[in-house]
């Protein structure tokens, strides 16, 4: 990019990408914003007029709202705690020479490529059906009375369904660090008396730090969207009623798009701060 | 005490013997350097000793002990990686007193040595720094420092001035010499550089292929190689071999002459000659000249002041007394 002309061929050529990128944040994002101060229901009048900041009060004062906060930073927390600590532990394990690893490897890569909503189904019907399900017979199996997962431990089930698919990504990315990692310096600590824990705790876990805050960031990003997973299993009910769902139910089931707009707006600014807060706290690492 | 010996031992990869039985002893206080061309074994030599591989078969014996099923923390040796292999998520300080900190030593002994060891590598000003921070040559002496601290019956170096500039390796060079003299521990030392090995060592082992082609002082094997590998392979430039006719003269299939053995004269002499390339390096010229019946050019060191230029008509005449004379196994004739 060295020459003027080269640098406006560049703009030029880039533009395309950079107007279809806008065009695709920015319609849905002013139209959201646009409805938020609108009554707004399509069965019941239509357009009833603007409402100034109404469903925005509207949204947060109703007795749903608190909860799938709280279900929400539960499901992100518990599916980011349990794919980190098993992707590192299978990362650990993959890096290691054995047999068949390039199959291994894309056994465990695979259930990334399953869509939410066939693998919510899958979990549902072939594991945590009461009556047919792989656990049910396990539990009878074993004599016990078999678990009914998702009116018993629903939000519990939708973190093992979501961190099922979230454990191949996080495993692929922390296993790459774990490659890069120079066995010399595991060499040099293993002459230096370090025993394998402290090897894992003083070696393996800091070079590691920079994957593991990718894939929070990332996972945390696309968990505070979570949908298809609670759409198929609870529909919401028993607790697992997260945000995104909460305001699906405002749209579609309640037929209310202002009110919806707004916890729209609401997702958009939780899911910003989470994203400043975690910048904050684990972003230092990608400086280094 | 770091006395070290190494009783038939063999290592295979797979299929593969990288070493076949070997037998050295390595004696306490001494600077021993490996040295031989790229995939000679060398490296693979000084992990067996580490520990960082397991010896197919034989024994090694550390100080009368025998340690060939220790594991490498246990055998009291410490290793300088050719990557240095520092920790880069902790500061200089916590780097050097790693070791300490995995035997369990208390702070206040922790730090007192690991300042004596910054002192000693001039390294004081740094050790807060990350190892991201430092030079080349400063991260080679983090490295030592590291090795130093565990105040090792033996330090094990694995080509640990490679990733230097020329410059800087002059200086380690130095300095890994003058720690020898201060510590007096035995030192190990693996290097493809045979300057590295002259300069350095009281006993250079010349290893290709996994076997010991011969063992001795700097010295010994300049002026009486075993053999015709350890006569071109030690010495800078490398020594000239001629085969056939030249050889025949002196009762050998191949002489050898040193380049600093060769005088050049332009009207008279044995061997007459063309000038390729001349090195004009200021102390000395290094002439390159191609004689009848030799496919390589024989390398002629001269003075500097010498002015041959390519294509001149040279004569060279070896030192007769300086001639190495090989047989057709490639065994040196005494």
């Given at each position: 990019m060295a020459t003027q002309h080269s640098r406006s061929a560049a703009r030029i050529m880039m533009a395309p990408a950079v107007v279809l990128l806008l065009g695709w944040m920015l319609i849905p994002l002013t139209m959201t914003l646009y409805f938020s101060f609108k009554k707004y229901l399509p069965l019941r009048g239509g357009d009833l007029g603007w409402v100034g900041f109404d469903n925005y009060v509207r949204f947060v004062s109703s007795s749903a709202f608190w909860p799938s906060v709280q279900t929400t930073l539960i499901?992100?927390?518990?599916?980011?705690?349990?794919?980190?600590?098993?992707?590192?532990?299978?990362?650990?394990?993959?890096?290691?020479p054995l047999w068949g690893q390039g199959i291994v490897r894309i056994l465990v890569i695979?259930?990334?490529?399953?869509?939410?909503?066939v693998s919510a189904l899958v979990w549902k019907n072939m594991f945590m059906d009461p009556v047919n399900g792989l656990f049910a017979h396990l539990w009878k199996f074993f004599g016990a009375q078999p678990v009914e997962w998702l009116s018993d431990a629903p939000l519990f089930s939708i973190i093992m369904i979501v961190s099922w698919q979230w454990l191949p990504f996080a495993t692929l990315i922390l296993l790459t660090a774990i490659q890069s990692l120079d066995s010399e310096q595991l060499e040099a600590s293993e002459m230096d008396g370090a025993p394998p824990l402290s090897r894992f705790g003083y070696i393996i876990l800091p070079h590691l730090s920079r994957a593991i805050t990718i894939v929070v960031l990332i996972q945390t990003i696309f968990l505070l969207a979570v949908f298809a997973e609670i759409f198929v299993t609870t529909q919401g009910s028993f607790g697992t009623r997260t945000l995104t769902y909460l305001i699906f139910q405002r749209v579609l089931e309640s037929q209310n798009v202002g009110l919806g707009s707004a916890g729209g707006v609401y997702a958009i600014i939780l899911a910003n701060i989470v994203a400043i807060f975690l910048m904050r706290i684990v972003g230092k690492n990608l400086d280094s | 005490m770091g006395q070290i010996t190494l009783k038939q031992i063999t290592k295979n990869f797979g299929d593969v013997q990288v070493i076949p039985p070997l037998d050295l002893r390595i004696d306490d206080g001494e600077f021993v350097v490996f040295v031989g061309p790229s995939g000679c074994g060398k490296s693979t030599l000084l992990r067996l000793i580490a520990g960082l591989e397991d010896v197919t078969s034989g024994a090694i014996t550390i100080d009368d002990r025998d340690a060939t099923e220790v594991p490498p923390a246990k055998r009291g040796l410490a290793m300088v990686f050719q990557s240095y292999a520092l920790y880069p998520h902790m500061s200089v300080r916590k780097n050097i007193a790693f070791p300490l900190r995995m035997a369990g030593l208390d702070k206040a002994a922790q730090n007192a040595k690991v300042d004596a060891a910054a002192k000693?590598?001039?390294?004081?000003?740094?050790?807060?720094?990350?190892?991201g921070q430092l030079s080349g040559g400063q991260r080679q002496r983090v490295a030592i420092g590291r090795a130093i601290v565990r105040e090792p019956d033996a330090f094990l170096f694995d080509e640990p001035l490679s990733n230097l500039d020329a410059a800087l390796r002059v200086n380690m060079r130095l300095e890994i010499s003058e720690l020898h003299q201060t510590l007096k521990t035995t030192m190990i030392y693996v290097t493809h550089d045979q300057v590295e090995a002259m300069t350095m060592a009281d006993k250079i082992v010349v290893l290709q292929?996994?076997?010991?082609?011969?063992?001795?002082?700097?010295?010994?094997l300049y002026h009486t190689p075993r053999n015709k590998f350890v006569a071109g392979f030690i010495g800078s430039p490398k020594m000239n071999f001629l085969a056939g006719e030249y050889a025949a003269g002196y009762g050998a299939a191949t002489i050898g002459v040193r380049p600093e053995h060769i005088s050049v004269s332009s009207s008279e002499g044995a061997w007459p000659g063309k000038v390729g390339v001349s090195e004009h390096l200021g102390?000395?010229?290094?002439?390159?000249?191609?004689i009848d019946g030799v496919d390589e050019p024989i390398t002629v060191r001269s003075s500097g002041e010498i002015s041959a230029r390519h294509g001149d008509n040279i004569y060279l005449t070896p030192d007769v007394s300086k001639i190495h004379r090989f047989d057709n196994q490639d065994l040196r004739i005494a």
């Open positions: 499901i992100v927390g518990g599916v980011l705690l349990i794919t980190v600590i098993l992707g590192v532990l299978l990362a650990i394990l993959l890096d290691q695979a259930p990334f490529f399953v869509m939410p909503t | 000693v590598l001039n390294l004081t000003d740094y050790l807060d720094r990350r190892p292929a996994g076997v010991i082609e011969q063992v001795g002082s700097p010295l010994e102390s000395d010229t290094f002439l390159y000249v191609d």
